[in-house]
């Protein structure tokens, strides 16, 4: 219990920009390395030919079907914990990260088990061309190994970072890729497994790093999981499930965006899969720093706000928005600049693939810095327990405004319509989330104001 109170005055007490850099950088450390060991892949894949280096951009539109399942259940129950900490309800916490942790394992069994069924029919829908489709079939199947533990990782890394404990979160993600990153030659070039040797490796990796951090859950004052909390209740699902349904909007809609992207840019060749797929991953590099960022706010939004500290709330709002749109105007500058020579360093031996990405890459650095009061508005609004907002912003991005552009600029302007499709949908986006996030502030405000007038002694109402 005193473990418990020590982290609460941590988390409620610490200068605001002081606690949100000590949380943030074990969770950018390990999304950019997330991100790097993704790019590895890629690269590594994209030395067999320009068929395998499409066909990884093909099967991560699997990959974010796991990703969605995983990160609804984590940032569900994370979220979830942090409030009930928050409000000093330790059991309550207790029985939902064991709830949370072992049914996502189990889904992550049953999904492994209905995608080797339709495993054929199902790479073929996600955009995989005559000549992609080996390749990503190979990658597919060996991917499924790891289903269940990448789901898994996915909850116990957000209710550690939750917890104020993304230092150990930070350790298990890059154990697990750096031995992602020594396997994949190994296995892809050595034992000469080709894609399957990646999707090989990574799954091997993502068991270790699932280990480590099923390991770390119950140290440094963490939250340990127990069987015997594990009560498989609606009132946990439905929370769970109601603060998390917006990353399962986000992170469904990119593997649905993905597979329309595929299907659409298929009909220009290999090539263009491959350049945009090679650009898709250097962006989730961009983007990896931006999310861990976030997740340095998240636990700080979440406990306060269900400490009732709003102030602290606020300012830790403007201060993640300031510090990320400086951090990605750098990112977008050198990105615009450089674009041949990145794309380059995956597919040097094609300039068809180069022309594509360099394109591609140049259009969406202009509109990367809006990523900042996108991704951190989002964050917020979900963490402060508003799920429709959040759901409908997650839902903007890549559903109301991509789908349409990428269905129809394509038939109007041909391959830069391709290009030009995540660009115009992050404008559009942009103009939404503005006025979402100012209305969210000034509620906050509104609640702090009322907090202020509450006499010394007594507590105001809760906004739940």
Same mark, same amino acid.
């Given at each position: 219990?005193?473990?418990i109170?020590?982290?609460?005055?941590l988390?409620?007490?610490?200068?605001?920009?002081? *606690?949100?850099?000590?949380?943030?950088?074990?969770?950018?450390?390990?999304?950019?390395?997330?991100?790097?060991?993704?790019?590895?892949?890629?690269?590594?894949?994209s030395?067999?030919?320009?068929?395998a280096?499409?066909?990884?951009?093909?099967?991560?539109?699997?990959?974010?079907?796991?990703?969605?399942?995983?990160?609804?259940?984590?940032?569900?129950?994370?979220? /979830?914990v942090?409030?009930?900490?928050?409000?000093?309800?330790?059991?309550?916490?207790?029985?939902?990260?064991?709830?949370?942790f072992?049914?996502?394992?189990? /889904? @992550?069994? /049953?999904?492994?088990?209905?995608?080797?069924?339709?495993?054929?029919?199902?790479?073929?829908?996600?955009?995989?061309?005559?000549?992609?489709?080996?390749?990503?079939?190979?990658?597919?199947?060996?991917? !499924?190994?790891?289903?269940?533990?990448?789901?898994?990782? &996915?909850?116990?890394?957000?209710?550690?970072?939750?917890?104020?404990?993304?230092?150990?979160?930070?350790?298990?993600?890059?154990?697990?890729?750096?031995?992602?990153?020594?396997?994949d030659?190994?296995?892809?070039?050595?034992?000469?497994?080709?894609?399957?040797?990646?999707?090989?490796?990574?799954?091997?990796s993502?068991? $270790?790093?699932?280990?480590?951090? !099923?390991?770390?859950?119950?140290?440094?004052?963490?939250?340990?999981?127990?069987?015997?909390?594990?009560? %498989?209740?609606?009132?946990?699902?439905?929370?769970?499930?109601?603060? @998390?349904?917006?990353?399962?909007? +986000?992170?469904?809609?990119?593997?649905?965006?993905? $597979?329309?992207?595929?299907?659409?840019?298929?009909?220009?060749?290999?090539?263009?899969?491959?350049?945009?797929?090679?650009?898709? +991953?250097?962006?989730?590099?961009?983007?990896?720093?931006?999310?861990?960022?976030?997740?340095?706010?998240?636990?700080?939004?979440?406990?306060? &706000?269900?400490?009732?500290? &709003?102030?602290?709330?606020?300012?830790?709002?403007?201060?993640?928005?300031?510090?990320?749109?400086?951090?990605?105007?750098?990112?977008?500058?050198?990105?615009?600049?450089?674009?041949?020579?990145?794309?380059?360093?995956?597919?040097?031996?094609? %300039?068809?693939?180069?022309e594509? #990405?360099?394109?591609?890459m140049?259009?969406?650095?202009?509109?990367?810095?809006?990523?900042?009061?996108?991704?951190?508005?989002?964050?917020?609004?979900?963490?402060? #327990?508003?799920?429709?907002?959040?759901?409908?912003?997650?839902?903007?991005?890549?559903?109301?405004?991509? *789908?349409?552009?990428? !269905?129809?600029?394509?038939?109007?302007?041909?391959?830069?319509?391709?290009?030009?499709?995540?660009?115009?949908?992050?404008?559009?986006?942009?103009?939404?989330?503005?006025?979402?996030?100012?209305?969210?502030?000034?509620?906050?405000?509104?609640?702090?104001?009322?907090?202020?007038?509450?006499?010394?002694?007594?507590?105001?109402?809760? %906004?739940?």
């Amino acid at each position: 219990m005193d473990s418990i109170d020590s982290k609460y005055q941590l988390m409620t007490q610490t200068p605001v920009p002081k *606690l949100v850099v000590k949380l943030a950088i074990p969770s950018i450390i390990s999304m950019v390395v997330t991100a790097i060991y993704n790019m590895a892949d890629t690269f590594f894949v994209s030395q067999i030919n320009t068929s395998a280096s499409g066909a990884v951009g093909v099967s991560f539109s699997l990959m974010a079907i796991i990703q969605a399942i995983g990160f609804t259940m984590g940032m569900g129950s994370g979220n /979830l914990v942090a409030k009930l900490l928050g409000q000093k309800d330790p059991k309550e916490a207790s029985k939902v990260v064991a709830t949370t942790f072992y049914t996502t394992l189990g /889904l @992550g069994v /049953l999904f492994s088990l209905l995608v080797l069924i339709f495993i054929n029919p199902l790479v073929r829908l996600l955009g995989a061309t005559e000549t992609i489709f080996p390749y990503a079939r190979d990658y597919t199947l060996f991917i !499924l190994l790891g289903a269940p533990f990448i789901m898994s990782s &996915y909850v116990l890394n957000n209710i550690l970072k939750f917890q104020g404990s993304a230092l150990y979160s930070m350790f298990g993600i890059s154990i697990g890729a750096i031995i992602n990153i020594a396997l994949d030659p190994i296995f892809i070039f050595t034992l000469e497994m080709g894609t399957a040797g990646a999707a090989l490796a990574t799954s091997i990796s993502q068991f $270790i790093g699932f280990c480590i951090l !099923l390991y770390a859950s119950g140290k440094g004052g963490n939250i340990k999981i127990n069987i015997k909390n594990f009560k %498989p209740e609606w009132a946990v699902y439905k929370e769970v499930i109601r603060t @998390g349904i917006p990353s399962f909007y +986000r992170q469904g809609l990119a593997s649905i965006t993905g $597979i329309v992207l595929n299907q659409t840019a298929g009909p220009f060749g290999d090539a263009a899969i491959a350049g945009m797929s090679i650009v898709g +991953r250097v962006f989730f590099f961009a983007v990896s720093a931006l999310i861990g960022f976030g997740q340095g706010f998240q636990p700080v939004c979440g406990y306060n &706000y269900g400490a009732r500290l &709003y102030k602290r709330v606020i300012e830790a709002f403007r201060f993640c928005i300031k510090t990320a749109s400086v951090g990605l105007v750098i990112l977008a500058v050198i990105g615009f600049i450089w674009a041949p020579d990145i794309v380059a360093l995956f597919r040097r031996t094609d %300039p068809v693939v180069i022309e594509i #990405g360099t394109m591609a890459m140049r259009l969406q650095c202009v509109t990367l810095p809006l990523s900042a009061w996108i991704i951190i508005t989002n964050m917020m609004l979900q963490t402060i #327990g508003k799920p429709k907002e959040a759901s409908v912003l997650s839902l903007s991005r890549q559903g109301l405004f991509f *789908l349409p552009v990428i !269905l129809v600029l394509p038939h109007m302007i041909g391959l830069l319509g391709i290009q030009a499709s995540q660009p115009i949908a992050d404008i559009a986006t942009f103009i939404l989330s503005l006025s979402m996030g100012v209305k969210a502030a000034r509620e906050l405000r509104l609640l702090q104001q009322e907090q202020d007038q509450v006499p010394n002694g007594q507590e105001a109402a809760s %906004p739940e």
